[in-house]
């Protein structure tokens, strides 16, 4: 089979290009052929060896691109056949066996590049441009495009042959590496390039390296470039810091190149729109359904407005777009990496652990290497599984798995996922900046990081009329001093945590920072801070001993006693030495409260009313008579206008939990830190008087609801109703469809799949995916691991114990056949790099219905996918729990436990877990029902269709099309909106 065609046309009198396209997946060899048709190219394809053979010698292409695995000769063989042949053309791999064995015989093979499943079209595209420049004469089929040797943009011109740069006709003076990476993004302008290509087309690193280790020494020992007239002796300590350094270099040159907003996926990521796409107008309608049908295929879809407006594009423009927005959304879903599953099968197929493990023996007894040592382990009657050689290691690529599964049967409650259009995206990223840096929760550890980014972008524009959040206050003032502005005024603690994020280190203050040698402006810049504080409000000096040692070890590193002229700066450090004694506040409060004397310690605390709120259970408890507690709740009511509103919220959380519940015994309290660590213990304290209770409820009740804006009518998802009010980012992470700590949403389908990836950096490194099965008394039932594999129906995928270029995991659950009442999912690391330290590691769950069929990951089933960055050895994202009407339910934990170093199972994390779930599951959360109910607004529940015409406020899981451009939109991904300042 093949079919001839071609689209756009090069310049008059020079031969067309063309290129023979042979794969024996029907799909990616349309999708390739139609991209290249889209950018000039005529197209031939062939399904198999043969007959590329015989298409080769007919239609006598310029480039071949190639499939290995093909069902009758590989194409090793084809590519060697040719050059047997007389036939010189070149040829390009594409493959998914990514080995550095299988690239160096594809190379011995006669191929000139080659490129892995999966795979950007705009890659293949710019290799294809890349290998026709290098192999084509000037002037032969390579095209216009092609056959110049000085590439233009704007007034940046440079020329190959002479080796020059020039910018508005003057010459810019580059080193060899910067002349190679300026040629690599001029020659794709308008383009994303990832930190693979470049680092392949410029450094020329292998693509199975990892980016991570190969870039960050490239960038510290890159140097900053400047015009040739300003160049000169910088001070020492006083030029721009490494990373800056890379920022600097890089963005101005991408965008001199035309290249999207480096920032651009950061928008797409965080408010699902896509920033005003340009270009010159034409007729892309076909590419934009085109791209609207790609991105279904990862569970993405265009809206109509931005479908529409993408139609009256060019075809160029949009299939641009749609290659920086495909490479976000499949990062977003986890789909950016190969998701291999031990068994080829999986889920048919999957042995019996007992006779997988005989199978693994016989292997290992017919390997000539391994036969000796396993006869050795037999005779004493043990053997260690990690031995042998079949197990833990795939024995298939990622592509021949593809082969034995069947494409998805698409089903009606499969995730789709709608893009909006945005704004210009210097627009959008303002607005996005704002949003984060006014938050008034703390973000998550990803959020801070994107925080950073968006800070120092822009520091010259926009900023927050207040940063209620330190951590979010520490990231901008790092901006600001950095940009040569002083940092915004607030407490001492404020400008430890500036100085930690000028030592890259953790501006929470959980963990220690190393602090390093500041510049001296900028030393002086914290002195002076520091002095202003002190001599504003010398009772913060109290503060430091909370972080004396961080204190100390800064005081290092600012040299206070070179700076007479600020006092102030000199106490703080003298304070956290112990020269100078200044009693803490927490010191005094308990020094009188140890004295009886509770009038005197609600006083003191009236000068700090967010300790006040948060200490009022204590204290009215501590009352002993009716008067001492309406003195308490009095200095309550007076303080709380002056609270923030996550400390009102937080305190009336915790009043939810001290109920009857107190009296009826069996109440426990639930300890969580903002690492994902949590505790869980009998609770020990007396039940608040009735009362005092109800009257410190209603005044909570009517602070929070007076703070809260109008809203007008309110259409609402249901699924939303009981998510939980997201009080900290903290206890959420990063991904797609992740809900906060405590939240609870409904689960619908008939199989449940959950899996894990993880990547390693360093060491060999093993993840374990297993499930505990609990009853309703939070009894262990049994689990399911890859010890035990098909208890209750459950069908594990395989253990993988080593993952140099990635490993999945995933365990298949018939929801009918469960024999308990929860599922507790669990990421174990066996052995290696902790999820802080690996590449890259993240947890998720699939639905799909009974006749569902597809690969073991298939991006539109996938309801949630979120990060693994926390301590500890055990994960904990989410629990399933089935109600008394056999419906499932997924409760959110997003928790981290130590686990057992010495046997790191499911079965030794038992007792933990069982703790922690009827701690956590049954403790009372703020939802958004319960905030709907204290607004008074008229709600109306969403029936999924239908959509008010005008102007509504919605909350709901995602966005749904229709809405007047005038509603308010509230999701997971900004639900934090909600909480008042």
Not at 146 to 164: F, G, I, K, P, T
Not at 475 to 495: E, Q
Not at 607 to 634: F, I, M, N, Q, Y
Not at 905 to 924: N, P, Q
Request: aromatic share 6%; charged share 25%; with cysteine.
């Amino acid at each position: 089979m093949s079919d001839t065609s071609a689209a756009g046309s090069p310049a008059p009198g020079s031969p067309a290009v063309s290129v023979l396209v042979v794969d024996d997946e029907p799909n990616i060899r349309d999708l390739l052929a139609q991209t290249l048709r889209l950018f000039g190219f005529e197209t031939v394809t062939a399904g198999c060896g043969y007959e590329a053979l015989g298409v080769a010698e007919s239609a006598a292409p310029s480039l071949v691109i190639l499939d290995v695995m093909l069902p009758d000769l590989d194409g090793f063989e084809v590519a060697r056949r040719l050059r047997a042949a007389g036939q010189d053309v070149p040829v390009l791999f594409l493959t998914a066996k990514d080995t550095v064995e299988d690239r160096i015989a594809g190379l011995t093979a006669g191929g000139d590049d080659y490129v892995t499943k999966p795979f950007s079209l705009e890659e293949v595209v710019l290799r294809i441009r890349a290998i026709l420049r290098r192999t084509q004469a000037s002037g032969s089929a390579a095209g216009p495009e092609l056959r110049d040797a000085v590439l233009r943009y704007a007034d940046l011109e440079l020329d190959e042959d002479a080796h020059e740069v020039r910018r508005g006709g003057r010459i810019v003076e580059l080193s060899p590496t910067e002349f190679k990476l300026l040629r690599y993004l001029m020659e794709n302008p308008g383009r994303v390039v990832s930190k693979a290509q470049i680092l392949d087309r410029v450094w020329s690193y292998d693509f199975g390296a990892s980016t991570r280790r190969c870039v960050r020494p490239g960038c510290r020992r890159r140097r900053h470039w400047r015009p040739p007239e300003t160049r000169g002796p910088q001070p020492r300590g006083e030029g721009p810091g490494r990373t800056e350094i890379q920022v600097r270099t890089l963005v101005p040159l991408c965008h001199d190149a035309g290249m999207s907003h480096p920032l651009e996926s950061l928008v797409i990521r965080h408010t699902y729109r896509i920033p005003a796409p340009e270009g010159p107008a034409g007729q892309g309608a076909v590419a934009a359904r085109q791209f609207d049908s790609a991105l279904m295929s990862a569970g993405f879809k265009l809206s109509a407005p931005l479908l529409e407006r993408l139609s009256g594009l060019d075809e160029g423009a949009v299939l641009e777009v749609a290659g920086r927005t495909l490479a976000a959304v499949r990062e977003i879903v986890g789909d950016h990496v190969q998701h291999n599953a031990y068994f080829v099968d999986f889920p048919a197929n999957v042995p019996d652990t007992l006779d997988f493990w005989m199978r693994c023996i016989r292997e290992a007894l017919a390997d000539e290497e391994a036969r000796e040592g396993t006869l050795k382990q037999l005779s004493t009657g043990a053997v260690n599984l990690l031995t042998l050689p079949s197990y833990g290691r795939y024995q298939h690529t990622y592509e021949e798995m593809l082969t034995h599964h069947d494409e998805l049967i698409a089903a009606a409650g499969d995730r789709m996922t709608v893009l909006h259009p945005g704004a210009d995206v210097e627009a959008e990223l303002a607005a996005l900046y704002l949003a984060l840096a006014s938050s008034t929760t703390p973000l998550g550890e990803s959020g801070l990081e994107d925080l950073v980014l968006l800070a120092a972008h822009c520091a010259d524009g926009p900023q927050p009329e207040e940063i209620p959040v330190r951590e979010n206050r520490a990231v901008i003032n790092h901006a600001r001093v950095k940009s040569g502005k002083p940092p915004l005024p607030g407490t001492l603690t404020d400008l430890l945590r500036l100085a930690c994020s000028l030592a890259d280190g953790d501006v929470s203050l959980v963990e220690p920072t190393r602090f390093k040698n500041l510049s001296r402006p900028l030393r002086r810049a914290l002195l002076a801070a520091l002095d202003a504080v002190v001599a504003a409000s010398p009772a913060q000096l109290a503060d430091v001993a909370v972080h004396r040692e961080a204190w100390k070890r800064l005081g290092e590193r600012l040299h206070p006693h070179e700076y007479p002229q600020w006092p102030g700066a000199a106490r703080v450090f003298a304070v956290a030495r112990g020269q100078e004694r200044v009693r803490s506040f927490a010191s005094r409060t308990e020094e009188l409260l140890g004295a009886g004397d509770l009038t005197g310690a609600v006083e003191l605390l009236k000068s700090a009313p967010g300790v006040l709120l948060r200490s009022v259970d204590r204290l009215l408890r501590t009352a002993a008579t009716d008067e001492e507690r309406a003195l308490v709740l009095g200095a309550v009511e007076a303080a709380a206008p002056q609270v923030a509103g996550r400390v009102l919220l937080s305190v009336r959380r915790h009043l939810l939990n001290r109920g009857d519940r107190l009296e009826q015994g069996g109440a426990q309290r639930v300890f969580l830190n903002r690492l994902g660590r949590a505790w869980v213990t009998a609770d020990t304290r007396p039940a608040l008087p009735a009362a005092a209770r109800e009257r410190l409820l209603a005044l909570l009740d009517r602070e929070i609801a007076g703070r809260l804006p109008e809203t007008g009518p309110v259409l609402v998802d249901p699924d939303v109703l009981d998510v939980a009010l997201p009080l900290s980012g903290k206890g959420v992470a990063a991904g797609i469809g992740v809900l906060p700590r405590g939240s609870v949403s409904p689960v619908e389908g008939e199989l449940l799949r959950f899996f894990t990836y993880w990547k390693q950096r360093r060491e060999t490194t093993d993840y374990d995916l297993s499930a505990t099965i609990l009853d309703e008394e939070y009894q262990q039932v049994t689990w399911l691991s890859y010890t035990q594999l098909t208890e209750v129906e459950g069908k594990h995928s395989g253990d993988v114990t080593e993952a140099p270029q990635g490993a999945s995991e995933f365990i298949e659950l018939r929801l009918g056949a469960v024999r308990g009442t929860f599922v507790v999912p669990q990421v174990l690391l066996y052995s290696g790099e902790s999820f802080l330290d690996v590449e890259e590691s993240f947890f998720g769950f699939m639905l799909r219905e009974s006749e569902q069929q597809g690969r073991p990951f298939e991006p539109r089933t996938v309801r949630m996918k979120s990060d693994l960055r926390g301590p500890g050895r055990v994960a904990l994202p989410l629990v399933f729990r089935r109600d008394a009407d056999g419906r499932w339910w997924a409760h959110w934990l997003h928790l981290y436990l130590k686990g057992s170093p010495a046997a790191n199972r499911v079965e030794e994390t038992r007792v933990t877990v069982e703790s922690l779930l009827r701690g956590i599951v049954e403790r009372e959360q703020l939802t958004v029902r319960w905030l709907l109910g204290l607004t008074g607004a008229e709600v109306t529940v969403w029936d999924g269709g239908s959509v008010p015409e005008g102007p509504v406020t919605y909350v709901g899981m995602q966005r749904p099309e229709g809405l007047h451009p005038e509603s308010r939109i509230l999701t997971p991904e900004n639900l934090r909106d909600v909480i008042p300042a």
